[in-house]
């Protein structure tokens, strides 16, 4: 139980840290696009914000996803 709590921690400070860090810079990006949902679609944004949320989403699942595991076996 310790460990994995102390997994989720670590898990959280390197995302919020990437997190930070693509907001910095994406300061000068001019490259925009829009994400199209089911039934709506975003404002321009530029497009590292797209694919840096887009690795930052999936790297929290996939901590999630290994912890819920780990509480099942």
Do not use: D, H, W
């Not at 907001?23 to 490259?31: A, H, L, R, V």
């Not at 709506?40 to 929290?60: A, D, H, Q, R, Y």
């Amino acid at each position: 139980m310790q460990f994995s709590f102390r997994k989720i921690i670590q898990s959280f400070v390197f995302n919020t840290s990437i997190f930070l860090i693509l907001i910095i810079g994406i300061q000068n990006s001019s490259n925009k696009g829009k994400v199209n949902f089911v039934l709506n679609e975003t404002i321009n944004l530029p497009m590292s914000f797209i694919i840096g949320t887009s690795f930052i989403s999936g790297s929290v699942a996939g901590t999630l996803l290994s912890f819920i595991y780990s509480e099942k076996n």
